[in-house]
């Protein structure tokens, strides 16, 4: 894979540490700034902290999860770009609800880097 020249900026959130710092490195490989949250009321504080470009967030996560936080960051900045990120079947409800708010996308995990960049890329 050719590497990428960027200056965009991601907050990965992950309550699973091990898929944190993998994606971590594999995003910083592709030259993202990238910014982790270990759950959802971690990345609320940490978005309005650094405004980053895009947010991947997984869905279940303790204290608080995903959906929630989606919500919250939309509530405040309703121009974020969030991508929820699951391994598990998505609450169509829930999805539905954050897709008319504004959800920006849905990468399943094990998530291709290709999708992720074409996300990242058409952030604009």
Do not use: C, W
Request: aromatic share 10%; no cysteine; net charge negative.
């Amino acid at each position: 894979m050719e590497r990428k020249l960027t200056n965009s900026s991601i907050l990965l959130v992950d309550d699973d540490i091990q898929f944190l710092e993998a994606t971590e490195y594999m995003l910083k490989y592709e030259n993202y700034d990238v910014i982790t949250a270990k759950n959802g009321e971690e990345a609320i504080k940490k978005y309005s902290e650094s405004s980053p470009d895009i947010v991947l967030m997984d869905l279940k996560m303790p204290v608080m999860n995903g959906y929630d936080a989606f919500f919250k960051i939309k509530k405040q900045h309703p121009d974020a770009k969030i991508v929820f990120t699951s391994a598990y079947a998505i609450n169509n409800e829930e999805f539905a609800k954050a897709k008319k708010s504004g959800l920006y996308g849905l990468l399943t995990k094990p998530f291709d880097l290709n999708e992720l960049n074409s996300l990242v890329e058409s952030k604009n």
